[in-house]
C-alpha cells in the first residue's frame, strides 16, 4: 500500500491511488487520463458497479465519465454485445435501468464526501460573497458547486466570475450546508490549486445524469 501523502493543506485531495496511467474507455476505445474515467466492476450480486476508489479487487473496465459513453454502456446491455467486450470479460453482467439513477446517487455521495474532507482541511470558499472577493482578488477557482434553488442571479454572477467551472448541482442549499455542517449553503468553491481533476468531472457528471434522468421521468 502506498502512504498517505502528508496533508498539508495544498495538495489536492486524490481518491485514486498515486498511479497516473491512462486507460481505455470500454466503450468508445479512447485513451482517456484516469480522471475523466470511471472505474466499474461486477458486483456479487452480477450488477455493474462504480468502483469510485479503483480499489475493488478483481477486473475492472474503465469507462469515461460522460453521458455518451455511459448511455451507450446502459444502451449496449441489451444488444450486440460485440462492443461492450471489454465489459463482458468481467463475467455476465446486470446493467438495468437503475443502473444511471443510482449511479447518480453515488456521484452525489462521493462529491459531498469530498467537499466535506475540504471543508475539514479548510480550503473550501463558502458562500457566493466570500467568492466573488476571492475571484476578485486573483484567486483561481477550479470549480464552483452550486445548489439548485441558489438564486438565478447569483449564479449567473457567479458562472460570469469563473466560467464553465460552475456546476449547478441537483441539491437544495439545506443540503449542501449539511454535508459542510452547515445551516444553508448557496454555493462553494475549490481554488484550482487545491482540486483534484476528477472531482470537477464527477461533479458536471452528477449534473448531467441528474438533468437527463429528470427529463426522462416526469414527476
Ligand atoms: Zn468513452
Redesign the pocket.
Known sequence: MESVAKDNGNEPISNDSVRTSDRA??????E?PREE?LRFVRADDARLLWDARRRAPGRGVS??A?L??LN?LVGGAGKAKSSLQGVQALGPCTIDDTFLSRLAAQLQDDVLGQLGLLQRRHVLIIGADPLMTAANEGVAIGLVVMAADTSLRTQTMLRAAVGDVAVTVPIKQVELGHALGKDVVGAVAVKRATLDEALLVRVKLWSDLRAQIGEGQHG
Open positions: 474507455c470500454s466503450v468508445c476505445r479512447t482517456k474515467t469507462v469515461c460522460s455518451p459513453c451507450k
